[in-house]
């Protein structure tokens, strides 16, 4: 009985994990694990649920991918974690500390890029390609709609661009902007809201005039604001804010078909529930 005891006990103890870190649900033939449900809720501190829905997305995104059979260039990729590291102020030796810290290796950092890079090139060719650009009717009926969205947008103000090939020449320029800075391009410019992107109207916006906005990566550099004045409202009504309106109905509609096409991938599935 003593011999058997353990034995018993081991059995219970493997059935266990098992359980714990049994296959849930088949996705097209790719699993979702228990486990990886409890650590997407416990990282997003999303529901089961939820949890359950964005790992089937993943699943489904992952085998449209493969189908599509989009490839990207290593050097892209490589270039495009540069870039991201440059962003931030720092180097790629300094991205590669921090990400180890996380327990995350270099090699699988690039391989997660390599796959959202995969993701927009998939949006921009099988689902962008779907939205009708929409008329100047069906663009004031939007306006009309969402009012108090475009409403306080100021018309007219006045910016000095500071354009830098690197963070840390523009953050140097910015803290003197009176002393040249070799490589840094500055330029005068009159803006007008309905010409800005509403990022970066609500950059402009969130930055008190005198002072500079926060750099942004283009990707082939950095810039800066300098917030001179912001200048008065002036005419209202639709044509001074078009380009706003059309701005945000695509980034509306580019949701929305996104979500139209992941439904429609989600119903033509083959999704097996083996235990929740």
Do not use: C
């Not at 089937?56 to 540069?82: F, G, H, N, T």
């Not at 963070?167 to 320029?173: G, I, M, N, R, Y």
């Not at 490589?183 to 969130?206: D, F």
């Amino acid at each position: 009985m003593k011999k058997i005891l353990p034995l018993l006990l081991f059995t219970l103890i493997t059935a266990q994990a098992q359980v714990l870190d049994a296959i849930a649900i088949d996705v097209e033939g790719e699993a979702i694990t228990t486990l990886e449900i409890q650590a997407v809720q416990e990282k997003m501190g999303m529901s089961k649920q939820a949890a359950v829905e964005a790992l089937i997305k993943d699943r489904l995104e992952k085998s449209a991918l493969r189908k599509a059979d989009i490839q990207i260039d290593p050097a892209q990729v490589q270039a495009k974690a540069e870039t991201i590291a440059q962003s931030r102020g720092m180097t790629q030796e300094q991205m590669k500390n921090i990400l180890a810290q996380k327990g995350l290796t270099w090699e699988l950092y690039l391989e997660q890029l390599s796959t959202e890079m995969k993701k927009e090139r998939f949006f921009k060719e099988h689902i962008l390609s779907t939205i009708t650009p929409p008329s100047d009717a069906e663009l004031e009926t939007y306006y009309n709609m969402h009012k108090d969205k475009f409403s306080a947008a100021p018309v007219q103000m006045s910016l000095v661009a500071y354009a830098a090939p690197t963070a840390q020449s523009l953050k140097k320029s910015m803290e003197n902007p009176m002393q040249p800075v070799e490589g840094v391009q500055k330029k005068n410019i009159l803006a007008n809201s309905s010409e800005m992107s509403p990022a970066l109207l609500n950059l402009i916006n969130s930055t008190p005039a005198g002072s500079f906005t926060k750099p942004v990566n283009t990707g082939k550099g950095f810039v800066a604001y300098f917030v001179k004045s912001k200048g008065s409202q002036g005419q209202g009504g639709f044509q001074a804010v078009k380009q706003q309106v059309t701005m945000m109905w695509m980034q509306e509609q580019r949701g929305q078909a996104g979500q139209d096409f992941f439904n429609k991938l989600k119903s033509n599935a083959n999704i097996r529930v083996i235990r929740l």
